[in-house]
């Protein structure tokens, strides 16, 4: 269904509320440095070549204390789902990668590769 898109008109408001109503999540790039996720979570993330997003039913987890390696968001984060952005791979400026069960779909610009996007169901990710 969202095979085949263009940049810029990935989503309708119709894909947002189907995907919203029946618990799934797409995520998807925008720009050079935005990871896009939709539907039932709806939130946007910064986003760079190797950047880990990890999220719970609710949304992204974000480390308050600004380090990594802080205890707390090390065992909150070990709890988590994650979404790894990988960019420029396999013709595409952006690409995902996720232990969470889902299916891809590719977003085009001017008619090439732009961004192999992926949906999960959000039952998939960790609570």
Avoid at 86 to 95: A, F, R, V
């Amino acid at each position: 269904m969202l095979d085949g898109r263009e940049y810029g008109e990935e989503l309708s408001d119709q894909d947002m509320k189907y995907a919203k109503d029946n618990g799934a999540v797409i995520v998807f790039g925008a720009s050079d440095d935005l990871m896009e996720l939709r539907g039932a979570i709806n939130d946007e993330c910064d986003c760079y070549e190797g950047r880990m997003i990890y999220f719970n039913r609710t949304g992204e987890i974000e480390c308050e204390c600004d380090s990594i390696d802080c205890p707390y968001f090390a065992a909150i984060k070990d709890e988590a789902s994650w979404i790894e952005a990988c960019w420029d791979s396999e013709g595409y400026s952006w690409t995902y990668e996720t232990t969470i069960p889902h299916e891809t779909f590719e977003i085009l610009e001017d008619g090439g590769k732009y961004c192999r996007g992926i949906v999960f169901l959000l039952e998939d990710v960790n609570a």
